[in-house]
Structures are given as structure tokens and as C-alpha cells.
Nanobody, 120 residues
Framework: VQLQASGGGLVQAGGSLRLSCAAS????????MGWYRQAPGKQRELVAT???????NYEDSVKGRFTVSRDNAKNTVYPQMNSLKPEDTAVYYC???????????????WGLGTLVTVSS
């Protein structure tokens, strides 16, 4: 199982970016999917998660600006990031709890990360 993230880049403050992360390989089911980020010199932090049923959870600083969604048919999760701020600059990592063996147990998978840089 692999997670492939894309969509990062350089954007001006106030702009928008849409990331995507697709899970591939032998997949029986995917529970929660989400995004984390790590800014230089800081610990990795939660950005947003979404359950298989569509329930979402957001870190306080992104509420009202970021929207996470998923396409279960494509095993893909998307955060739409609007009104970006310089403090949103970080490497963004996608994460998913995936059953890749068919036994009902899920395992934690991470993508390699994609850099988002917001200029002031």
C-alpha cells in the first residue's frame, strides 16, 4: 500500500491550493484519512481528518479556511486550502488507516509529504 500526495507549491498569502493524496495497492478498506503538517523547527501537527462516513475534524487554526473531502471510489483525500497564511507554510503529509490484508485490522500509512510555501 502506498500513499501518493501531490499539489503542493508556492502561493501568495490569501491564495488557495488543493492537495490530493491517493492510496494505491491492495486495499480492502480505508477508515480515517487525513492530513498533517510539519513546519521547520516544529512538531508534526494534525490539520484535518475525515472518516469513511464523511465526518470531519479540523485543527483550530484552519477551521473556516480548509475543507477536507474524500472520494472513496478513488481512495483519495483532498484538502482545499483557502485564505492561506505564511504560517501555513509546512510540509504536508497525508495519512490513512488502511486494511491491506483483508483481516479487518487497519494499519497507519503515511505519504512522503508535499511542500506548501505561502509568501507574505
Amino acid at each position: 500500500v502506498q500513499l501518493q500526495a501531490s499539489g503542493g507549491g508556492l502561493v501568495q498569502a490569501g491564495g488557495s491550493l488543493r492537495l490530493s493524496c491517493a492510496a494505491s495497492g491492495t486495499i480492502f478498506s480505508i477508515n480515517d484519512m487525513g492530513w498533517y503538517r510539519q513546519a521547520p523547527g516544529k512538531q508534526r501537527e494534525l490539520v484535518a481528518t475525515i472518516t469513511s462516513g464523511g465526518s470531519t475534524n479540523y485543527e483550530d487554526s484552519v477551521k473556516g479556511r480548509f475543507t477536507v473531502s474524500r472520494d472513496n471510489a478513488k481512495n483519495t483525500v483532498y484538502p482545499q486550502m483557502n485564505s492561506l497564511k505564511p504560517e501555513d507554510t509546512a510540509v504536508y503529509y497525508c495519512n490513512a488507516l488502511i486494511d491491506g490484508l483483508g483481516y479487518g485490522s487497519t494499519y497507519d500509512y503515511w505519504g512522503l509529504g508535499t511542500l506548501v510555501t505561502v509568501s507574505s
